[in-house]
């Protein structure tokens, strides 16, 4: 009886981190709006200044050294770009930081709900 439910115990924690490394699919071909900036500086600063053109060279130079770009929406929250745009160290996305865009695109959610964008085209806003 031990033996089963030791048996057990590890085939549960061998299953758990497999399953948290999955991620679910949330919106196909969405719609959004909102501000490029660099996820790091987002979450240490906050929206407003992350957001504020005063902090678009911090943000190219965070870029520069291998941090995520992201989509702060409008209405839903902080998406990671990622896919196609994120390619080249985010070279395609540069010229967004910092600008309101409106975008299409899909979005995934992972078990820890984080949430991810892949944009497939984007466009100035106001």
């Known amino acids: 009886m031990r033996r089963k439910l030791y048996s057990?115990?590890?085939?549960?924690?061998?299953?758990?981190?497999?399953?948290?490394?999955?991620?679910?699919?949330?919106?196909?071909?969405?719609?959004?709006?909102?501000?490029?900036?660099?996820?790091?500086?987002?979450?240490?600063?906050?929206?407003?200044?992350?957001?504020?053109?005063?902090?678009?060279?911090?943000?190219?130079?965070?870029?520069?050294?291998?941090?995520?770009?992201a989509l702060v929406t409008d209405d839903d929250g902080v998406r990671k770009i990622i896919g196609n745009m994120s390619n080249d160290n985010y070279a395609k996305m540069t010229q967004w930081v910092g600008k309101r865009v409106a975008v299409t695109g899909n979005t995934w959610r992972d078990a820890f709900s984080s949430l991810y964008i892949d944009i497939t085209t984007i466009a100035p806003t106001k």
Request: net charge positive; glycine share 6%; with cysteine.
């Open 8 to 69: 057990l115990a590890l085939a549960l924690m061998v299953a758990a981190p497999a399953a948290a490394q999955t991620t679910f699919p949330e919106v196909t071909n969405g719609k959004w709006r909102g501000v490029v900036v660099e996820q790091s500086c987002y979450r240490q600063l906050g929206a407003d200044k992350a957001t504020a053109a005063a902090h678009n060279a911090c943000a190219m130079d965070c870029l520069k050294k291998g941090q995520a770009l």
